[in-house]
């Protein structure tokens, strides 16, 4: 009776390991904004879907660290899901709070960037399988924000809000004829 019991279970694991699964890239890291108590970062994740359904993600998981440090870590939970059939992409804000980057004066002061590596499992939900996580990691440079960028925000929210207004200024001109 074993014999059948095992043999069944090696039918069903062989059929899952060849059941094609969502795959993941890091794309990036960019500065979104300083506060008065932390700098925030944003993590560009693409998520691929082979299936004809959106996928749920249950949480998103992260670790940044610079010179061997965790300098931020936490979660998302419930980020949303994945499209059906194509890429979906994801933004995790990272928050790095000041108290660390003090602690990082030796890497900053040589470039005026952090050196980092981030860690980050994608923890999704398929249907038979369960829960799986798609790890990922990524190493880069995380630029710090100039004065003016901390004063007047990142270059690209000021090229985002000139281009909103240019539409806005259109828009108008277009309902008025």
């Not at 890291?29 to 970062?41: E, I, L, M, R, T």
Request: charged fraction near 25%; proline fraction near 7%; hydrophobic fraction near 40%.
């Amino acid at each position: 009776m074993s014999g059948l019991v095992d043999k069944a279970k090696n039918y069903v694991a062989e059929k899952i390991a060849n059941v094609p699964k969502p795959d993941a890239s890091l794309t990036g890291v960019d500065f979104k904004k300083v506060s008065f108590d932390s700098a925030d970062y944003i993590a560009k994740v693409a998520v691929n879907n082979p299936y004809p359904h959106p996928i749920p993600i249950c949480e998103i998981k992260y670790t940044l660290k610079s010179i061997g440090n965790v300098i931020a870590s936490g979660n998302m939970p419930d980020p949303g899901s994945i499209k059906a059939s194509g890429t979906t992409l994801l933004e995790v804000p990272v928050k790095v709070p000041h108290s660390i980057i003090v602690t990082l004066v030796k890497d900053i002061a040589t470039d005026w960037d952090i050196d980092y590596e981030l860690d980050l499992g994608l923890i999704i939900d398929l249907p038979l399988v369960g829960n799986i996580t798609i790890p990922l990691n990524r190493k880069g440079e995380i630029k710090l924000p100039t004065l003016s960028e901390v004063i007047w925000g990142s270059k690209d929210e000021a090229a985002k809000e000139e281009a909103l207004k240019q539409a806005s200024k259109e828009t108008k001109k277009e309902t008025s004829k």
